[in-house]
């Protein structure tokens, strides 16, 4: 049988904040999900399913916590399943709910993804326990070294994401950092981390969840806001390190972008794509992300931030919500991404909205930069032209 | 468990509570794992040459993960203690629980002569941090054979040379091409 | 509802074991690629793959990463991965093919239970408001439900250990089960022997309960089409679905399983055990097995965990999955058209999968 057209109908978010003190953290998987089900404009029985995720049980010190959670999220009578696929699991169980219903098995489905960093310590979850944890950061940076020696990037185009990010925060109520006086001289003076990375190029630790309700072509009409059709998913995965890998440009990455432009008719997605929701963690990975999903040239990422395109007013915007730089519950921010994306194409992203949004991107990745999930979303479903 | 504040009724004051867990894992060591520590305790970095692809995988896992076959004893040899940086980064130590770094410290991944995998994490001494560079020539800084150990090795990830090694340090030699490391850079 | 009847055409899986030099890893690439050789299928076909494991079971974060090298991820994969036990992968899997887009899955589930001490370790997966500052362990727990179960007047410690002298019967008679004493009968005297044992948690005996177990499972999910081209006897998917219940223990009938029976209506067993000749049933103690039977209808002609079943062997994480492929044989072989498995996630039964199996109509 062939998939069945599926849709976005209802966005959830938390406020996302260092600690959220004042819920656990079943407050704040349902404060996230009963903004869903509003948006959606349904109750808890007309979900037949939910889904959840999260990155590792040790950043909150609970084996597989949705066991707990699921009571509060109406799961009782109901399938339930918990997805972890590192970094980029709030992607991947946001398309694995859709799946449920492109495949006819369902016609409304609630996805969940989490993380409380403040219940835990995500840098000992990190580490293992052990001393010497080098964090996502340290990881990471080897990386961005090679790609800024590759192409000969200026140093300052990591600072210019940074800053942009956090100005696209102050437009998003939900964001976790609002630093108003965000600058290229605060980024540049900030302490070095990881180099090259420093502290206001790096992603903070937020306490937040997403929720999504995704929906058959029925459940779309009958909600009460625009849907945002989900035109296309895709999920690769390479191994974490092996002989010859190249880091800076995973090959997965450029296999998921490519499945998924194929599978939508995409040929040019620098065009064809209005605004991009993109994992970046640390700022660098916006132009690696731009080159490692060929949206732009070898070379020619920086270039694209360097020349302002991806401002939330340029030709190509990327994470006008802020991004991960503003908020990062990590579980969670997978599905920010898609979840933002698919606010653009409804026309319903607030002060941070790209004009004429038609087409949007939403990506995750996870790992050691090897695990990726991708979708496009429009706002009908012949949006790609 | 310690209770740290406590409220049932200011809606402002949580109740926080610390609630800390402790668990123990036992591992049992691999043959392959218990080999190459007995090697690094013998001054021997073994590496493991897969029967298809001939990639040289050091602390080999007992399988190429590429071509998903098996390496058994058959497939060891010894790999040089020397090699070169192909990438690094230079981290200052994040505060959590069980962390003892205080000072910044590189992180440097090293490719051995004759391996195909490079060893991730590894300390670079005898030389100024900021200096640290890719293309450096690097030799094994070895731990006394009495000071030798299985410190390190666990089920998980790519086996740890700090049973035999403390570190790298750099031989003196010119830098190498980054023609010659391209393929394995960071 | 779902069209496509999935086709399982390959399976693998390592004896399970008390303790396991091998990492799991290792574990994983041995049953994956005895799976792989039974379908007689090129890794390279898969088109999604699917894993199911737990970290804090193994004892690190990220544990699939490393799992995900017995799976060939080079080139790159369509994969995912669940924190539960392999059957929930085989599920996502099952989802993913129906797309139409794929000819082949491959799902595997891993876990090693030897590194730590299930008593300390599960008490984690409890809700940590409530439940774990408590310290209930699994044993704890199932002996409440085991009481329960007496209490309703529908089962006796007897009947207990005749689940359990039938279940070791039957796990000596498979080399891939553990091998454990008084293994070999079901005679009165047997049964008089295995109640003559202390209590762990009365009223449960250690014979009662599922002796944990480092081991993996690895399964082939095919489309009809592809199955039929590779095997004269496809095993087919005829219903799969999966139901959760509320986690405190104490807002629930333990001495029942209102998920499994609400599963087994979903995919479609039918009344009174649906005509299955065979019933693989994931119970992590003897009194669990008698929940699970009335639970799904399943009559006394029904043969329960033929393959002895998890009071023989437990690989967590893969417990499940192992369950499907034990079904999964039996319908290959002719031993019976129709079987249904069982698999659990959470404790005391909270979190329930029925898959209904069955040959060439």
């Known amino acids: 049988m062939s998939a069945r057209p599926v849709a976005v109908i209802g966005v959830g978010q938390t406020h996302h904040k260092k600690a959220r003190a004042d819920v656990s953290m079943i407050g704040l998987v349902r404060e996230a999900a009963e903004r869903a089900l509003a948006d959606a404009g349904c109750d808890w029985a007309d979900i037949d399913a939910v889904v959840l995720g999260k990155a590792p049980d040790a950043f909150e010190g609970v084996m597989q916590p949705e066991l707990f959670l699921a009571d509060a999220l109406g799961g009782a009578g109901k399938p339930m399943l918990r997805v972890h696929t590192a970094g980029s699991v709030g992607g991947s169980t946001f398309i694995y709910g859709s799946h449920l219903v492109n495949a006819g098995i369902h016609e409304r489905v609630l996805t969940v993804a989490w993380e409380k960093q403040s219940e835990g310590n995500a840098q000992w979850g990190l580490a293992g326990g052990r001393s010497g944890g080098i964090g996502a950061g340290g990881a ?65 630790s937020s306490d937040g969840a997403c929720a999504m309700v995704v929906g058959s072509e029925a459940a779309a009409a009958a909600a009460p806001n625009p849907p945002a059709w989900v035109l296309g998913t895709a999920v690769r995965t390479e191994l974490s390190t092996f002989p010859g890998r190249d880091a800076t440009r995973p090959q997965a990455g450029v296999d998921c972008a490519h499945a ?42 920086w270039r694209m931030v360097d020349d302002g395109a991806t401002e939330i007013e340029g030709s190509f915007p990327v994470n006008p919500s802020g991004g991960v730089l503003s ?33 949007s991107l939403g990506q995750a990745y996870g790992g050691n930069a090897q695990y990726f999930s991708m979708a496009i979303f429009g706002s009908t479903q012949d949006a790609v032209r | ?111 051995l002569d004759g391996a195909s995998s490079v060893l991730g994490g590894q300390e670079i001494t005898g030389i100024a941090i900021d200096a640290v560079r890719e293309g450096l020539r690097v030799r094994a800084v070895w731990k006394p054979p009495e000071a030798r150990n299985y410190e390190g090795h666990s089920t998980r990830g790519w086996g740890s040379l700090a049973g035999g090694i403390v570190g790298f340090e750099w031989t003196g030699e010119p830098d190498v091409p980054r023609e010659q490391y391209k393929e394995f850079a960071v | ?27 994983c690439l041995a049953a994956v690629n005895d799976a792989l050789a039974m379908a007689n299928i090129d890794r390279h076909a898969i088109g999604f793959t699917c894993s199911g494991s737990c970290d804090y079971l193994s004892g690190g974060p990220f544990v699939f990463i490393s799992n995900l090298e017995a799976a060939g991820a080079w080139p790159p ?47 984690q997966q409890l809700d940590p408001y409530y439940l774990e500052p408590l310290g209930l362990d699994p044993a704890s727990l199932m002996g409440m439900q085991a009481r329960a179960l007496l209490d309703s007047g529908t089962a006796t410690e007897r009947d207990f250990a005749a689940v359990a002298a039938r279940s070791r019967r039957a796990g000596a008679a498979n080399p891939k089960a553990q ?6 009968g079901e005679s009165d005297l047997d049964i008089d022997a295995l109640l003559a044992a202390p209590y762990v948690r009365a009223p449960l005996r250690a014979h009662d309960l599922a002796p944990a177990a480092d081991g993996a499972a690895a399964v082939v999910l095919a489309t009809p089409a592809k199955a039929r081209e590779l095997t004269d006897h496809p095993v087919f998917i005829r219903g799969i679905d999966h139901r959760l219940e509320p986690h405190q223990p104490g807002v629930r009938d333990l001495a029942d399983s209102p998920s499994t029976r609400l599963a087994a209506q979903k995919a479609g067993l039918g009344a009174n055990g649906g005509g299955v000749g065979v019933a693989e ?52 072989d002719g031993t019976t058209r129709r079987a249904v498995a069982h698999a659990v996630n959470g404790q005391v039964l909270q979190h329930n999968l029925v898959c209904v199996l069955e040959g060439e109509r």
């Not at chain 1, 997605?269 to 660098?284: G, M, N, T």
């Not at chain 1, 921010?333 to 087409?359: C, I, N, P, Y």
């Open chain 1, 140 to 204: 990471f940076a080897p990386f961005i070294r090679k790609y800024i020696r590759d192409t000969d990037a200026p140093e300052y185009i990591g600072w210019m994401v940074a800053v942009k990010d956090r100005q696209n925060a102050l437009k998003n109520p939900y964001a976790h950092l609002k630093i108003a006086d965000i600058s290229i001289e605060k980024v540049k003076e900030s302490e070095m981390l990881w180099d090259p990375l420093r502290f206001l190029e790096s992603c903070p």
């Open chain 1, 260 to 301: 998924l432009y194929d599978s939508v008719g995409i040929t040019n997605p620098r065009e064809q794509i209005d605004v991009a929701e993109l994992y970046v963690p640390f700022s660098w990975y916006e132009p690696m992300w731009l080159e490692g999903h060929d949206i732009a040239g070898p070379g020619e990422g």
């Open chain 1, 327 to 359: 908020s990062n519950p990590i579980g969670a921010s997978g599905m920010l991404r898609m979840a933002e994306a698919a606010l653009q194409v409804r026309g319903l992203a607030g002060e941070h909205q790209v004009e004429g949004a038609h087409v």
């Open chain 2, 1 to 111: 468990m310690t209770t740290e504040k406590g409220s049932a009724s200011a809606a402002d004051e949580p109740m926080v509570v610390d609630d800390f867990v402790a668990l123990t894992y036992h591992d049992r060591l691999p043959p392959e794992t218990v080999r190459f520590a007995d090697g690094l305790i013998a001054g021997r970095i073994i590496g493991q040459r897969c029967p298809q692809c001939r990639r040289v995988y050091v602390g080999g896992k007992g399988f190429c993960a590429m071509c998903v076959v098996v390496m058994g004893p058959e497939s060891e040899i010894d790999v040089a203690d020397v090699g070169v940086v192909t990438g690094y980064t230079i981290i200052t130590p994040v505060r959590y629980y069980g962390q003892t770094k205080t000072e910044p410290f590189v992180y440097a991944s090293v490719l």
């Open chain 3, 1 to 27: 509802m779902p069209a496509d009847d999935i086709a399982i055409v390959g399976w693998g899986q390592t004896p399970s074991v008390a303790s396991t030099d091998l990492t799991e890893p290792q574990l």
């Open chain 3, 77 to 123: 994969i369509s994969e995912s991965h669940v924190e539960m036990d392999g059957a929930w992968a085989l599920y996502e899997a099952w989802v993913r093919i129906q797309h139409g887009d794929i000819d082949f899955a491959l799902v595997y589930g891993s876990g090693k239970s030897s590194p730590s001490d299930p008593a300390l370790l599960f008490p």
């Open chain 3, 179 to 184: 091998t454990l004493p008084n293994g070999a």
């Open chain 3, 281 to 332: 049933l994931y119970a992590t103690s003897s009194a669990q097995e008698l929940i699970l039977r009335a639970a799904l209808g399943l009559g006394p002609d029904v043969s329960v965990n033929p393959s002895g079943g998890a009071l023989c062997s437990d690989p967590v994480m893969a417990t499940g999955l192992v369950r499907i492929i034990e079904a999964a044989q039996r319908v290959a």
